[in-house]
């Protein structure tokens, strides 16, 4: 079988064998039952997470570079990337926040927080993003 990696279903075969893999070897086996994490919790995180993958795929594969064009909307391949590990992590965020007791008190103590990590990963991601692919077209560019 020759590998062919023009074809949308594979990319997200490949994210779906991914997470699954994800679940096999590290979120069941560290999660349940190391850290003793009920499966229902690593169960619904692999799943959601999954189909955060999912959803960013497309726009990945649209923006893929091809060996005629390797620099063809390198912009857009950041911004999915970014979008897709921001949207991860502030997901991880409020899954560690579910099932702790929250009063009003706390609402938004704890709001802040996820805010303000979720702005502050946004700001990162955006400027490793730019020095990056600033860094790799200028590396193109005098090749």
Same mark, same amino acid.
């Given at each position: 079988?020759?590998?062919?990696?023009?074809?949308?279903?594979?990319?997200?075969?490949?994210?779906?064998?991914?997470?699954?893999?994800?679940?096999?070897?590290?979120?069941?086996?560290?999660?349940?039952?190391?850290?003793?994490?009920?499966?229902?919790?690593?169960?619904?995180? &692999?799943?959601?997470?999954? #189909? $955060?993958?999912? !959803?960013?795929?497309?726009?990945? +594969?649209?923006?893929? /570079?091809?060996?005629?064009?390797?620099?063809?909307?390198?912009?857009?391949?950041?911004? &999915?990337?970014?979008?897709? #590990? $921001?949207?991860? !992590?502030?997901?991880?965020?409020? +899954?560690?926040?579910? /099932?702790?007791?929250?009063?009003?008190?706390?609402?938004?103590?704890?709001?802040?927080?996820?805010?303000?990590?979720?702005? $502050?990963?946004?700001?990162?991601?955006?400027?490793?993003?730019?020095?990056? /692919?600033?860094?790799?077209?200028?590396?193109?560019?005098?090749?």
């Amino acid at each position: 079988m020759s590998r062919n990696d023009d074809r949308l279903s594979y990319w997200l075969a490949v994210v779906v064998l991914g997470w699954l893999g994800y679940l096999g070897f590290l979120g069941i086996p560290i999660f349940h039952w190391g850290m003793n994490v009920s499966i229902a919790k690593v169960l619904t995180f &692999a799943c959601v997470c999954c #189909l $955060l993958q999912l !959803a960013v795929t497309p726009w990945m +594969f649209w923006a893929r /570079g091809t060996p005629a064009e390797p620099d063809r909307r390198f912009n857009h391949r950041l911004a &999915a990337s970014g979008v897709w #590990l $921001l949207s991860t !992590a502030l997901f991880l965020l409020f +899954f560690l926040q579910y /099932g702790k007791a929250i009063d009003k008190e706390h609402l938004y103590e704890r709001l802040a927080i996820i805010g303000s990590v979720g702005i $502050l990963f946004g700001v990162l991601a955006l400027t490793v993003s730019v020095w990056l /692919g600033r860094k790799v077209l200028e590396g193109a560019r005098q090749r």
